[in-house]
């Protein structure tokens, strides 16, 4: 027995096609992000994030790497979309995000490879990166629950959100997983290009939380909640303990965290002196214990044999 995803009931009550109009009606004058580029991408117009139209895919299948509680036994149902609306200079999937690798694709095949993770024993359906594509996605997921999918969707972001925007995923979203990537604006400016980044993430993550709550998991699997990540790097460009200080202090001490140390230098990264390594394992640990001080131990992070 699975427990039912909200957008069920959306989609029964008739507010589910309410909102896939609303969604793409941005789109004539795109505001999907905080960067409001405004051009009309139902006619093709392209903004920061290179996107008109159509969907962009560049691979689906189940994925074991990710979080424990997403990952469970059957793996977690990735969707990878192509290209991003924030473009860090040292973007860790920039063939993707940057370079645009993927296919051109209809939300009836978005809806069938949904179906076909489910089939394969899947436990979600994980967006990567969907900010730019919203409405063309919640379309698909519309497409894909009359064949019967059952899933709860993680909506697997940047971070780099538009409030308004995440309000429309009320009753469609089960598992909000935004990045927290920044603590103030001058390192999101210099290498996001986007100064308000920490500003309209922290009003996207309240806006998540007040949705769905701290992470429920169920027999070990996640079925609705915010996660967030936070990934660590070197010489604390990130500026870990004002978001994790903003985790605990306006979220929530129970919030599911994963403090990632996978970061390595990659794309632009080498243009800049302080990006050029990874952390080491002291700056890892140094952030790890930051959140324990503050009160955060939820997560795979704190169960690793080194904390
Ligand atoms: S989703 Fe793309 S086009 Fe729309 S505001 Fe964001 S970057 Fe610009």
Known sequence: MFM???????YEHGELNEKIDKLYSILESCELCPRKCRVDRLRGEKGTCRSGRNLIVSSFGPHFGEEDPLVGRGGSGTIFLTNCNLLCVYCQNYEISHLGLGTPVSGEEVADYMINLQKRGCHNINFVTPT?????LVKAVEIAIPKGLHLPIVWNCGGYENVETIKLLDGIIDIYMPDIKYGSAGPAEKYSNAPDYFERCKEA????????GDLTIEKGIATRGLLIRHLVLPNNVA????VLKFIAEEISKNTYINIMDQYRPVHRAYEYEELRRRPSFEE???VVDLAKELGLERGETFRHAFC
């Open 132 to 136: 730019h594509f919203t409405p063309q």
């Open 205 to 212: 993550v309240r806006e998540m939380h007040r949705q769905v």
């Open 4 to 10: 039912r995803p909200t957008y069920l009931d959306s």
């Open 239 to 242: 500026e870990s303990k004002t």
């Open 284 to 286: 890892y640990g140094m």
